[in-house]
């Protein structure tokens, strides 16, 4: 079984409905992660939680919200979904005790927004 | 603007062979980098690491090697195998946070 697991893999939504990405991992880690990828560019980091109670804005948090509701899971919500908001999405882990900060990822999910 | 570059969008390398990425960045106060591979439809896999405070990390047929002064890394592959062929993400580390360049994509011939 995978350690890090995104649901949906894939969605497809409107402009201006809801849509919540999720996130579940097996790993034990205590920090999480949000990223999207767009076509030709890197990761950019949405968001980030370094424990339950601990949640960051990244790079381009603007029209994203997030919810840590256990130490394995973290949600990735848009309030109300955009054509430019059409990515791939990927969930992260990593150990706060481990070295370097080395991440783990979940396979991604590809949002489509019409 | 970008902190880390990476300028070879894609490169082709005979099976066999040696494959060198290379990777620039423009912070000084990094102090750890990744190099991370990308099938398609997968995540990105964790490959190697090095710490700023080294210039050379080897693991296998990876090794990755830092320049400090040049502000530069790459990760050499050798011998270079089919299965290699991926995208690959150089990243930087400051602060806990990953700063991504934008990728290059190995294909290896047969």
């Known amino acids: 079984d995978a350690d890090v697991t995104q649901t949906p893999r894939n969605r497809i939504t409107k402009t201006g409905k809801r849509i919540m990405l999720e996130c579940s991992q097996t790993?034990?880690?205590?920090?999480m992660y949000w990223y999207r990828q767009d076509p030709g560019l890197g990761l950019q980091l949405i968001y980030y939680?370094?424990?339950?109670?601990?949640?960051n804005k990244g790079e381009i948090s603007d029209g994203y919200s997030v919810s840590r509701q256990a130490q394995a899971k973290f949600s990735l919500s848009l309030e109300s979904a955009i054509p430019n908001q059409t990515a791939l999405y990927f969930c992260?882990?990593?150990?706060?005790?481990?070295?370097?900060?080395?991440?783990?990822f979940g396979p991604g999910t590809r949002l489509t927004v019409l | 603007d970008q902190q880390v570059k990476q300028n070879s969008p894609s490169l082709s390398v005979q099976e066999g062979r040696i494959s060198i990425l290379n990777c620039d960045y423009t912070?000084?106060?990094?102090?750890?980098f990744l190099w991370y591979k990308k099938y398609p439809a997968e995540g990105p896999t964790f490959l190697i690491s090095?710490?700023?405070i080294k210039d050379k990390n080897e693991d296998g047929r990876f090794t990755v090697f830092l320049n400090k002064s040049a502000k530069h890394l790459s990760l050499h592959i050798v011998p270079s195998q089919p299965g290699d062929s991926a995208v690959y993400f150089c990243?930087?580390?400051?602060?806990?946070?990953?700063?991504w360049g934008a990728g290059t994509k190995l294909i290896i011939k047969p």
């Open positions: 992260a882990t990593s150990d706060s005790r481990g070295v370097g900060d080395t991440q783990y």
């Open positions: 790993k034990g880690h205590d920090r």
């Open positions: 939680s370094f424990d339950v109670k601990d949640i």
């Open positions: 912070n000084s106060m990094f102090d750890y």
């Open positions: 090095i710490s700023s």
């Open positions: 990243a930087a580390s400051e602060y806990y946070q990953l700063i």
